[in-house]
């Protein structure tokens, strides 16, 4: 539990922003030096309002973004400096699953194929295998294996969440990065989802970045919670001493801010 | 009462048959208070508001019922004597900020507009004045600049409550607010919900809130009718709804949200089940 997988330090991210041909560019420090642990197996969260860096943060650790300073250690080594065949086996172990199922899911393809992309690019498996991998995978995310055939519209918004929940799940990652993978499904849905997450979570071994703004979702779920701020981290604590404890004021104005159904 | 619907039935036709989106509903809102409608995507809750507005659309059809507001039928009503009751009687708040404020007016032009609609006997500067006095009442600061600013220089939270301030403008009975707060951040959220408790206790106006965030259900109602496939399968005061659910569905409903410190960590959440028909439940209405 306590090996770490991640190690992220002093990691900046800025943004330039042209204003016009004459005028200095303005600069937006999205993520602004910040650092911190990912511990093998555990559900690490950030949380913080929009704008406030979480998704630059999951963007840089997948490495679709380029940090401005900084490093990201991974298992010891440094993913910024990554190339050839040692990012595509980083590319295998660290896997996303987005926040709208309606529009994160090719809409031409058929569901089948759709979790089988990740297979028939990254392994020398042949179709037949793919098939089984696939079917297995729909197993696993509680699918019925029927709708292989079928066409993403065809589903409500939870199954689409699961079909890009086993699309994750194909390449045996160890890590993944959980961007609001509940926030655009209604309350029944999300509980269906949530349950599903800490299924596979137990089943594979799996380590979830998990980003969100729900802060009863992320009680209920984290192991350890980073709240951000403008960039900055302000809080970084184990959940319980998060909800039981918190320090800084904006942690405390964003915990009074949960609308809960308990007084 | 304020406002009552009887027996409202809003059908969409279309040639795969038809969909009884709102399937005989009744229930009725108090003067001053607040009425919540909570219910999953596609249990009917915003086509019940939009028949209210009567803002459906082909291919929907108001197929029966009475939606009387203050003893006037407002299924009745010409289309004339309904565009006066829109904005000056009833108001609607939208869910998406970003998309329901014009873009190419400035804020305070949109807000004039429905005070030159329906207050006909202010002249311009009065008006200026009032578009000023409802900016300031929503918490936007400077309102005297803020009026010439285009929405795309807003925040989330400021263009909510631009459109709250629209809506607040011509001092409506009632206000219905179709998830007013979704699409904002929670510390955002919170201000929203207290600027309108606010705006209620001042004013004394009547709100429908539609929403499917029970948290938020729990802040803010008086009364909750819980919606489920076009029909009300619960309704009751919100302390009764919270502390003695009765419905199966709606306590499938509460249970499948954590609750900070009373949900067992990581435990697996009920869920509403989908193979249950929920309405072969007797309905609890209380």
């Not at chain 2, 629209?166 to 600027?195: G, H, R, S």
Request: aromatic letters at 8%; one cysteine or more.
């Amino acid at each position: 539990m306590s090996e770490i997988i991640y190690e992220i330090k002093d990691l900046k991210k800025y943004y330039e922003i042209n204003l016009g041909l004459f005028k200095k560019p303005k600069i937006i420090k999205a993520v602004n030096g910040i650092s911190f642990n990912v511990k093998k197996g555990e559900i690490l969260s950030l949380v913080g309002e929009s704008g406030c860096g979480k998704s630059t943060t999951a963007k840089l650790i997948l490495k679709i973004e380029e940090p401005t300073g900084g490093e990201i250690l991974f298992e010891g080594k440094d993913i910024t400096k990554f190339k050839g065949h040692e990012l595509e086996e980083y590319r295998k172990k660290v896997q996303i699953i987005f926040q709208y199922p309606y529009s994160s899911l090719n809409p031409r393809w058929k569901v089948g194929k759709i979790i089988g992309e990740p297979l028939k690019l990254n392994t020398n498996m042949s179709k037949k295998e793919i098939k089984e991998r696939v079917l297995y995978l729909m197993e696993k995310v509680g699918m019925h294996p029927d709708w292989y055939e079928r066409y993403p519209h065809q589903f409500s918004g939870g199954q689409r969440q699961r079909i890009g929940i086993a699309r994750a799940l194909a390449l045996n990652p160890e890590i993944i990065v959980c961007d609001e993978p509940v926030s655009a499904l209604d309350v029944s849905i999300q509980a269906q989802v949530l349950n599903l997450l800490l299924d596979l979570q137990e089943e594979f071994n799996l380590t979830y970045i998990f980003i969100s703004h729900d802060l009863s979702v992320v009680e209920h779920i984290s192991d350890r919670i980073v709240v951000m701020y403008f960039g900055d981290i302000v809080e970084l604590k184990s959940v319980d001493n998060l909800f039981t404890n918190p320090e800084a004021d904006y942690t405390k104005k964003l915990l009074s801010a949960i609308p809960t159904i308990k007084d | 009462m304020l406002l009552s619907v009887k027996n409202l039935k809003t059908y969409f036709y279309s040639d795969a048959g038809v969909n009884k989106a709102v399937d005989d509903v009744s229930f009725d809102i108090p003067r001053g208070k607040t009425v919540c409608i909570v219910g999953e995507s596609g249990s009917g809750k915003s086509i019940t508001s939009l028949s209210i507005m009567r803002l459906i659309d082909h291919p929907g059809e108001i197929e029966s019922g009475e939606i009387i507001f203050e003893d006037r039928n407002l299924l009745k009503l010409s289309d004339a004597q309904m565009r006066k009751v829109r904005g000056k009687d009833i108001s609607m708040i939208f869910q998406e900020p970003m998309t329901s404020l014009n873009p190419s007016y400035t804020v305070g032009y949109q807000i004039d507009e429905a005070l030159r609609l329906h207050q006909k006997q202010l002249n311009k500067k009065q008006r200026f004045e009032k578009v000023v006095e409802s900016l300031e009442l929503v918490g936007i600061h400077n309102p005297r600049e803020k009026y010439g600013e285009y929405p795309f220089k807003l925040s989330g939270g400021q263009r909510q409550r631009v459109m709250i301030a629209i809506a607040m403008a011509c001092e409506p009975k009632m206000l219905i607010a179709d998830e007013p707060t979704t699409a904002l951040d929670v510390t955002i959220q919170a201000q929203v919900l207290d600027l309108m408790k606010d705006l209620q206790e001042k004013k004394g106006t009547s709100i429908l809130f539609i929403t499917h965030d029970l948290g938020v259900v729990y802040q803010i109602a008086d009364e909750v009718v819980v919606m489920y496939k076009g029909n009300i399968v619960e309704k009751a005061s919100a302390e009764e709804i919270f502390k003695d659910p009765r419905h199966p569905y709606t306590k499938a409903l509460l249970h499948s949200i954590p609750i900070p410190g009373v949900t067992p960590r990581k435990s697996r959440l009920d869920t509403v089940d989908e193979n249950v028909d929920y309405l072969s439940f007797p309905k609890e209405i209380r």
